[in-house]
């Protein structure tokens, strides 16, 4: 078990190093570079926002405790972080499926290239639906996000809500980025979550160090296509029957 964890982690750093790698790079750069643009936006405007939020804050408190505006303003900070994060990860990765899908394509081509495909070759059809698993994948991540939320406010059970917090969150990176490879070979949204929870070892370590290095400044703008080249080359290599 322990090996599979280590071994799911491992995908992740394999896909950074494959980035730079011929034949990927014209798929690599468009999500790159889409995502930069929507997180560097998603950074300044908070900033902004969190700007006036603290002049707003210090207008209305009295002299004698406008020391307080310091302790709302690291607590709107991070929350800010939070929102934009969520939100901007979920825009990116909306907006880049189509490229996503055939960096996953072309990941799979190159790293077993002898090998027939289970499934036709994407069409123009299928990228400019691809948008839409996304859609399902937020509509999935609201419906357990929710309860997870209200967890949160419940007293005594509210301890272990933040390692819940976590395991969701490697869940979802992984479901995120098996969908590119998986849907590729066939596979519904239903037909993954139950593949992935088959494989559970790998997906909880591919989706722990997916999680920990969108945490590093600057790396995590090479997450999503890093993610995407590493969950191809895990399912293909770990199981090449699936399709």
């Known amino acids: 078990m ?5 071994t799911g982690a491992g ?7 494959w980035l730079p790698k011929t034949g990927l790079r014209g798929f690599v750069a468009i999500p790159l570079l889409l995502n930069t643009v929507l997180f560097g936006a998603g950074i300044w405007w908070s900033t902004g926002q969190i700007e006036r939020f603290n002049q707003y804050v210090q207008g209305l408190l009295p002299t004698w405790l406008a020391w307080l505006h310091w302790l709302v303003w690291p607590l709107f900070i991070l929350t800010a972080l939070v929102v934009v994060f ?7 990765n909306l907006i880049a499926a189509p490229f996503n899908g055939l960096l996953a394509e072309r990941v799979e081509r190159l790293a077993m290239p002898g090998a027939p495909r289970p499934v036709a070759a994407l069409n123009w059809k299928e990228l400019a639906l691809s948008p ?3 859609v399902w994948k ?3 991540f609201i419906g357990w996000a929710i309860p997870l939320l209200l967890l949160s406010f419940v007293p005594v059970v509210n301890a272990i809500a933040p390692v819940l917090w976590v395991l969701f969150s490697v869940w979802m990176l992984a479901l995120e980025y098996a969908d590119y490879p998986l849907g590729n070979r066939g596979l519904t949204f239903r037909e993954q979550r139950r ?3 088959q494989h559970w070892p790998l997906t909880l370590g591919f989706g722990g160090m997916t999680l920990l290095l969108t945490l590093i400044p600057v790396l995590n703008f090479l997450v999503m296509p890093a993610a995407v080249i590493g969950a191809t080359l895990m399912w293909v290599r770990e199981t090449p029957d699936v399709g």
Do not use: D, K
């Open 11 to 17: 995908y992740v750093l394999t896909g950074l190093r």
């Open 138 to 140: 937020l509509l999935y």
């Open 195 to 197: 593949f992935l929870r």
């Open 86 to 92: 969520y939100a901007f990860t979920v825009v990116a």
């Open 2 to 6: 322990s090996r599979s964890l280590l």
């Open 132 to 134: 839409l698993a996304e």
